[in-house]
């Protein structure tokens, strides 16, 4: 079973232009979530999807920040317009369900996608 | 010290000891789970235990949880010099979804 997936692995913009990666979670894992580390600090939480809607977006930075996912499939994460700050590792992670309150199941991490903003 | 905090940021063993790792945090939680990072590429699942767990144990894995203490404990027994990785715990508090809370990890290296 292929495990999380995400495209580019590697992606070096300049300032001001935009940036689209993808994630293509466990084949059926309605749950999706973005997670970003920026040099020296820890992973961070950027949102959460079930299905495809937006269960907690609560961790986007700003508005240049837009995600999707069309279709309950692979999400797609855009800056528009990148600013050097944005510069890390984008990880996407899936998990089969949403526990809530009963407790929660492992999410499973792709590779992740190394942005450089110069 | 933020949450999910682990301790050491970097720890150093030969290869056949034991490595232990800890982890503390602030609110309650639903779950803790561990991941390994190799150099350069993704997160990988290692263990996940719940908060009405005290320990779990997955072949040289050795998890503990003391909610009392909101604090966890990550033991690899008979270390292998392919364990040289980076560590994190993370936490999905009490009633606030899935989100995962890191810590800044331990760097652990295993020398052969």
């Known amino acids: 079973e292929a495990g999380v997936t995400q495209f580019p692995s590697h992606s070096v913009i300049e300032k001001g232009q935009t940036v689209t990666l993808r994630c293509d979670p466990i084949?059926?894992?309605?749950?999706l979530y973005w997670y970003r580390r920026v040099m020296g600090k820890e992973i961070k939480f950027l949102l959460h999807?079930?299905?495809?809607?937006?269960?907690?977006e609560s961790g986007m930075p700003n508005n240049r920040f837009l995600a999707e996912r069309t279709g309950g499939t692979y999400s797609t994460l855009k800056v528009q317009p990148a600013e050097l700050e944005d510069s890390g590792v984008y990880f996407c992670?899936?998990?089969?369900?949403?526990?809530?309150?009963?407790?929660?199941?492992?999410?499973?991490f792709g590779p992740g996608t190394r942005l450089t903003v110069t | 010290s933020q949450q999910g905090e682990e301790d050491p940021q970097a720890l150093s063993i030969q290869e056949g000891e034991n490595a232990t790792m800890n982890c503390s945090y602030k609110t309650s939680i639903n779950n803790l789970q561990w991941y390994r990072q190799n150099s350069g590429r993704g997160l990988v699942h290692l263990i996940l235990i719940r908060s009405n767990e005290r320990e779990k144990h997955s072949g040289r894995l050795r998890v503990t949880l003391d909610t009392s203490k909101k604090s966890s404990s990550l033991l690899i027994t008979a270390s292998r010099a392919a364990d040289t990785a980076s560590y994190f715990c993370a936490t999905d508090a009490y009633n606030a979804g899935n989100m995962l809370t890191f810590g800044g990890g331990t760097r652990l290296m295993v020398k052969p």
């Open positions: 992670a899936s998990s089969q369900d949403y526990g809530g309150l009963a407790g929660s199941y492992e999410q499973y």
């Open positions: 084949s059926g894992h309605d749950n």
């Open positions: 999807f079930v299905k495809e809607s937006k269960q907690d």
